[in-house]
């Protein structure tokens, strides 16, 4: 069985979560800010001492690859993100990475041989904070977005990604695809919900994950003044989108595990003493069944036209993303059992509400997740939390499990 070193592992999960800390013990550490920059710097560093064969692509994934013995053999793809929300967590998408480079140092430390090779990643913009959508380096690196339409990308100062590639030195002149027939690919990720916690249990072996819809509205009134205007007489922006909101909430009683959030919002022109004229908001919906959230995104629709009706108000709707549900690969899940078997860990079987870049690996390769605890839930905040002993847990079902797909 494969052992990892749970002090070499903290002490490495201390060292990365130092670039970006915030002053609460968060992170903050957006795609290809100075923060990512040099903790990118830092996973280069570390690949390289494990005498790894290390690539970068044209969107800036990074590459670490640990030969087997048979070199004809398909690889074995691990990984996650190093990039974070806006005061993140920690844990959120780094616990995964750093779980993978453990796994490659205690293969290393142990001189355990594997017949396939192991590639680690670190995927460029899986959070989509700073440039959208999320998911943007996986979804580039199988094909549901093109080189050319990533590196055209804004964010919102209109940097490119392409701009941001080339002044951070990450701008690879690898074909940003797969090489080779890829085995399977392997994430470890926190829960970022309170199932695991509420049933104390250390690790999720993960069945799927819920498709979703990205929406962005706009909602056209007409400024005035707060005053003189009679109520009767106002195209008031914001009343409108105000409806929306609540219409958007409200789906989710309609149907059995349905989630929906409003996100995003801004208000034109933004005056205590002004009728706002213009408002654009965000609408997340996700279910696992994907003909509902075709439903769901037609009932926002449906929302809209009646609020803006009411208000005299009008509307624009673009769908900036569509992922589907995904279903992982039996195999890569029946490999994982085996090893909670193996550890003695506490687990449980289930669907995950948010999205990875497993989502998208399933396009290329038998693909699966495992999931850690997430403290009371929370996540995408500074108060995202795992318990180190959970940690543990989950990087060492980790690693057997990496270790029986490379065999």
């Known amino acids: 069985m494969a052992m990892i070193?749970?002090?070499r592992f903290r002490n490495t999960f201390e060292t990365y979560s130092d670039i970006g800390r915030t002053d609460n013990d968060g992170l903050h550490r957006l795609t290809l800010t100075d923060a990512d920059i040099r903790v990118r710097d830092q996973f280069v560093d570390d690949l390289e001492s494990l005498g790894l064969d290390v690539r970068i692509d044209e969107v800036g994934n990074i590459f670490g690859r640990r030969e087997g013995t048979d070199p004809n053999a398909a690889p074995v793809l691990v990984g996650s993100h190093l990039d974070s929300q806006p005061y993140g967590g920690r844990f959120d998408g780094q616990l995964g990475v750093l779980s993978a480079l453990e796994t490659l140092r205690a293969f290393d430390e142990q001189d355990i041989d594997h017949r396939r090779p192991i590639e680690i990643v670190n995927w460029t913009n899986e959070e989509g904070s700073r440039f959208k959508p999320a998911l943007m380096g996986s979804g580039t690196f199988v094909g549901e977005f093109s080189v050319d339409e990533t590196l055209a990308r804004t964010d919102s100062d209109g940097?490119?990604?392409?701009?941001?590639?080339?002044s951070a030195g990450y701008r690879g002149d690898v074909e940003c695809g797969p090489r080779e027939s890829i085995h399977s690919y392997l994430e470890l990720h926190v829960e970022q919900g309170p199932v695991l916690e509420n049933h104390d249990q250390s690790v999720a072996v993960v069945d799927g994950i819920y498709g979703m819809s990205w929406l962005e509205a706009t909602i056209e009134g007409t400024a005035d003044h707060a005053g003189p205007s009679p109520m009767h007489s106002r195209r008031d922006a914001l009343v409108a989108a105000t409806d929306v909101v609540q219409g958007v909430r409200r789906l989710s009683n309609r149907y059995d595990d349905v989630v929906t959030t409003v996100g995003e919002l801004t208000v034109e022109p933004g005056s205590i003493n002004v009728i706002p004229s213009e408002v654009t908001f965000t609408a997340d919906v996700r279910s696992y069944d994907d003909d509902i959230v075709a439903e769901l995104v037609g009932h926002v629709e449906s929302e809209l036209e009646a609020a803006c009706k009411?208000?005299?108000?009008?509307?624009?709707?673009?769908?900036?993303?569509r992922i589907k549900h995904t279903e992982f690969a039996e195999s890569v899940r029946t490999a994982a059992r085996?090893?909670?078997?193996?550890?003695?860990?506490?687990?449980?079987?289930?669907?995950?509400?948010a999205g990875h870049d497993a989502n998208y690996l399933t396009d290329v390769t038998d693909a699966?997740?495992?999931?850690?605890p997430s403290v009371d839930g929370r996540t995408h905040n500074e108060d995202e939390f795992?318990?180190?002993e959970d940690a543990v847990a989950g990087a060492t079902v980790f690693a057997e499990t990496v270790r029986r797909l490379s065999q």
């Open 368 to 372: 699966g997740m495992l999931f850690v």
């Open 159 to 166: 940097t490119t990604v392409e701009e941001a590639l080339e």
């Open 310 to 321: 009411r208000e005299g108000t009008e509307y624009e709707l673009e769908e900036i993303w």
């Open 5 to 7: 070193d749970p002090d």
């Open 386 to 388: 795992t318990e180190w």
């Open 338 to 353: 085996e090893a909670v078997e193996e550890t003695g860990v506490s687990y449980r079987s289930m669907v995950g509400g």
